[in-house]
């Protein structure tokens, strides 16, 4: 694209130095001679190169503040990477920590180089490509990108810009510093992880160790690489075992016979997904399909022979192949074994008895996953509270994912999202890589409340919307339980502290639309059945499987009363199921309340 400068943005950008300074004056317009702005030093040469980006001190200083920095060390070699976008330092730690010791530290604890500054600010990177391309420059391919690079023979300062990427950068050797800066989060996550890896890599060639690979050095029988990426590394070769320094992974292999890269990699997340149901083996095949290793808690040994032997689940899914490194198991205790995470797949009014169970074998650091999608009628606590109180795991090793997830459509490999809810913004973010896919996109949230409520109050409003399909009452019905039914659900999470927000994305409103639009959907499904003129119990028979709404609907309206919120879709549908009213009268119930504004 083409750069041009705009005029509006010079007054700001030259008070931040990311513009070079005028003649006899600093970046901010104020005459050399009257000191230093802001105690920040002067140019350091008269080509004023230091200004075509914030001076390092300044952002140094802005991110003692606001910045987060994670430091990557190994053999001795270490950098650190900063940034006020924690996705960034994220990406360095997550590209490398599996490998290298990868910590979090303080911003302000990072006082000195090998350092990687990484910045977003788009106005910022266009004065910096503009200064590059308007000084004598040479062109060079980093990449698969072009890069524009220029260099002050004075101050040694190398600057450079990638026009295709959007990103520029500035080098400063005798600070050992690195600055990047970019428009968008994710190219300069990638831009700042590269440096990231090669700093590291010239001190330990500094200091002996020779090049094995691009991407990886060796010194007397140790190797570091980085993950696994090149094409060698999945060639199959006979091997060797040689030392392996770092604190993760498994005993390096690498080949005698030619000059191969070690073939390696890390241990990769390990997933126990309780138990074998429809959603339990869509979600064990999302894991597994993300490079998760996963093993299946089944209840019934043939299901798991099914599993193990022929990968297909002959219960719910005769038709359809699981992948291969896709196992199962009878046994709890197995299954838990080294688990890092615990997928919970089961109906909600019998996970307090299964967990008494699978609690002891429950490993120290294991993170909890809910998948449930209903409300204990006894106690009327959400499944994360259940599973807090019989395990006993703090609350920040619990999670919750919840969205518009038809099982029967991501077996197909069918594109859907989903919500991974949990206090931790870290463990939710460290799931939400374990289970993204090409197909099955996470996203991340804190409000665990909301996510649970959303997917709960839900399946009350599909049999409703069933009801009415059965009834053959029409589209606008449909339409207008599924609007008023996502009003309820609104009031009761804000009620109970959810953000207002989270009921009108995929764990709310995209869970709604799904259960009460589609045919695959158990609860729309079973009310269909109820609307046709079967009973609870005929309709029970028919669907065969767990329909969380009935069970959870008069819990739900308890917690309503308890709170104060009016939910008249759900207390029509509590009083149908516990045969208080007849079918013809909850329709004229709901169509007959008194008229009001619409809030």
Same mark, same amino acid.
């Given at each position: 694209?083409?750069?041009?400068?705009?005029?509006?943005?010079?007054?700001?950008?030259?008070?931040?130095?990311?513009?070079?300074?005028? %003649?006899?004056?600093?970046?901010?317009?104020? @005459?050399?001679?009257?000191?230093?702005?802001?105690?920040?030093?002067?140019?350091?040469?008269?080509?004023?190169?230091?200004?075509?980006?914030?001076?390092?001190?300044?952002?140094?200083?802005?991110?003692?503040?606001?910045?987060?920095?994670? $430091?990557?060390?190994?053999?001795?070699?270490?950098?650190?990477?900063?940034?006020?976008? $924690?996705?960034?330092?994220?990406?360095?730690?997550?590209?490398?920590?599996?490998?290298?010791?990868?910590?979090?530290?303080?911003?302000?604890?990072?006082?000195?180089?090998?350092?990687?500054?990484?910045?977003?600010?788009?106005?910022?990177?266009?004065?910096?490509?503009?200064?590059?391309?308007?000084?004598?420059?040479?062109?060079? #391919?980093?990449?698969?990108?072009?890069?524009?690079?220029?260099?002050?023979?004075?101050?040694? #300062?190398?600057?450079?810009?990638?026009?295709?990427?959007?990103?520029?950068?500035?080098?400063?050797?005798?600070?050992?510093?690195?600055?990047?800066?970019?428009?968008?989060?994710?190219?300069?996550?990638?831009?700042?992880? &590269? @440096?990231?890896?090669?700093?590291?890599?010239?001190?330990?060639?500094?200091?002996?160790?020779?090049?094995?690979?691009?991407?990886?050095?060796?010194?007397?029988?140790?190797?570091?690489?980085?993950?696994?990426?090149?094409?060698?590394?999945?060639?199959?070769?006979?091997?060797?075992?040689?030392?392996?320094?770092?604190?993760?992974?498994?005993?390096?292999?690498?080949?005698?016979? $030619?000059?191969?890269?070690?073939?390696?990699?890390?241990?990769?997340?390990?997933?126990?997904?309780?138990?074998?149901?429809?959603?339990?083996?869509?979600?064990?095949?999302?894991? !597994?399909?993300?490079?998760?290793?996963?093993?299946?808690?089944?209840? *019934?040994?043939?299901?798991?022979?099914?599993? =193990?032997?022929?990968?297909?689940?002959?219960?719910?899914?005769?038709? #359809?192949?699981?992948?291969?490194?896709?196992?199962?198991?009878?046994?709890?205790?197995?299954?838990?074994?080294?688990?890092?995470?615990?997928?919970?797949?089961?109906?909600?009014?019998?996970?307090?008895? =299964?967990?008494?169970?699978?609690?002891?074998?429950?490993?120290?650091?294991?993170?909890?996953?809910?998948?449930? %999608?209903?409300?204990?009628?006894?106690?009327?606590? *959400?499944?994360?509270?259940?599973?807090?109180?019989?395990?006993?795991?703090?609350?920040? &090793?619990?999670?919750?994912?919840?969205?518009?997830?038809?099982?029967?459509?991501?077996?197909?490999?069918?594109?859907?999202?989903?919500?991974?809810?949990?206090?931790?913004?870290?463990?939710?973010? &460290?799931?939400?890589?374990?289970?993204?896919?090409?197909?099955?996109?996470?996203?991340?949230?804190?409000?665990?409340?909301?996510?649970?409520?959303?997917?709960?109050?839900? =399946?009350?409003?599909?049999?409703?919307?069933?009801? !009415?399909?059965?009834?053959?009452?029409?589209?606008?019905?449909?339409?207008?339980?599924?609007? $008023?039914?996502?009003?309820?659900?609104?009031?009761?999470?804000?009620?109970?502290?959810?953000?207002?927000?989270?009921?009108?994305?995929?764990?709310?409103?995209?869970?709604?639309?799904?259960?009460?639009?589609?045919?695959?959907?158990? =609860?729309?499904?079973?009310?269909?059945?109820?609307?046709?003129?079967?009973? #609870?119990?005929?309709?029970?028979?028919?669907?065969?499987?767990?329909?969380?709404?009935?069970?959870? !609907?008069?819990?739900?309206?308890?917690?309503?009363?308890?709170?104060?919120?009016?939910?008249?879709?759900?207390?029509?549908?509590?009083?149908?199921?516990?045969? %208080?009213? !007849?079918?013809?009268?909850?329709?004229?119930?709901?169509?007959?309340?008194?008229? &009001?504004?619409?809030?």
């Amino acid at each position: 694209m083409p750069l041009s400068r705009s005029p509006r943005r010079r007054p700001e950008a030259a008070r931040e130095g990311l513009l070079p300074a005028r %003649k006899g004056r600093d970046a901010g317009g104020v @005459p050399m001679a009257a000191g230093l702005r802001e105690g920040l030093p002067a140019p350091c040469c008269p080509c004023g190169c230091a200004w075509y980006f914030r001076p390092t001190a300044s952002i140094r200083e802005e991110l003692r503040t606001t910045g987060h920095a994670v $430091r990557l060390e190994t053999a001795g070699a270490e950098v650190s990477v900063v940034s006020v976008e $924690r996705a960034v330092t994220d990406w360095s730690a997550r590209y490398f920590g599996q490998w290298w010791k990868a910590v979090e530290v303080e911003p302000q604890s990072v006082c000195a180089g090998p350092l990687v500054l990484a910045e977003i600010d788009p106005g910022a990177y266009g004065e910096a490509a503009l200064a590059v391309t308007q000084a004598p420059h040479t062109s060079a #391919v980093c990449a698969k990108a072009q890069l524009l690079v220029t260099r002050c023979e004075e101050s040694g #300062v190398v600057r450079a810009v990638s026009p295709d990427q959007a990103l520029a950068y500035r080098s400063e050797p005798a600070g050992a510093s690195l600055t990047v800066i970019g428009c968008d989060v994710e190219p300069v996550a990638t831009a700042t992880a &590269r @440096p990231a890896r090669e700093m590291p890599r010239g001190m330990l060639l500094r200091d002996g160790w020779a090049v094995l690979h691009a991407s990886a050095v060796v010194h007397e029988g140790r190797a570091i690489l980085p993950p696994p990426r090149h094409p060698a590394m999945s060639r199959p070769c006979p091997a060797r075992p040689i030392r392996w320094p770092g604190p993760v992974g498994i005993p390096t292999m690498a080949c005698p016979q $030619r000059k191969d890269p070690p073939v390696s990699r890390p241990r990769p997340v390990r997933a126990a997904v309780f138990s074998a149901g429809s959603w339990g083996t869509a979600a064990a095949k999302i894991l !597994a399909d993300a490079g998760s290793d996963v093993i299946v808690h089944a209840r *019934r040994s043939e299901v798991a022979d099914g599993i =193990n032997t022929r990968h297909r689940n002959p219960d719910y899914f005769p038709d #359809v192949d699981l992948p291969a490194s896709l196992t199962a198991t009878t046994d709890p205790a197995a299954a838990l074994e080294g688990a890092d995470y615990l997928v919970l797949s089961v109906p909600a009014q019998t996970l307090r008895a =299964n967990l008494a169970v699978w609690a002891p074998h429950i490993g120290p650091d294991t993170v909890i996953v809910s998948l449930m %999608k209903g409300i204990e009628t006894d106690t009327g606590l *959400r499944a994360s509270q259940v599973v807090a109180q019989v395990t006993g795991v703090p609350a920040d &090793r619990i999670a919750v994912l919840s969205g518009p997830n038809l099982a029967r459509e991501i077996m197909a490999g069918r594109p859907a999202a989903a919500t991974v809810a949990c206090p931790d913004e870290d463990v939710a973010r &460290r799931f939400q890589q374990a289970c993204r896919t090409s197909y099955f996109r996470p996203y991340t949230s804190t409000d665990v409340i909301g996510c649970e409520l959303g997917g709960a109050v839900k =399946n009350v409003i599909a049999l409703a919307v069933g009801i !009415a399909a059965g009834m053959g009452l029409g589209d606008n019905a449909a339409a207008v339980l599924i609007t $008023r039914g996502l009003a309820e659900t609104t009031r009761l999470a804000v009620r109970m502290g959810a953000r207002p927000a989270t009921p009108a994305g995929l764990s709310g409103m995209g869970d709604l639309v799904a259960t009460c639009s589609s045919p695959l959907s158990r =609860n729309r499904t079973f009310g269909a059945h109820l609307g046709q003129g079967m009973t #609870v119990a005929e309709a029970t028979a028919a669907t065969r499987q767990t329909t969380e709404g009935v069970k959870s !609907a008069t819990a739900i309206l308890d917690l309503a009363r308890v709170h104060g919120v009016e939910m008249p879709i759900t207390e029509v549908m509590a009083a149908l199921l516990q045969g %208080k009213i !007849a079918l013809d009268e909850a329709a004229a119930a709901l169509m007959q309340r008194p008229p &009001r504004p619409e809030r």
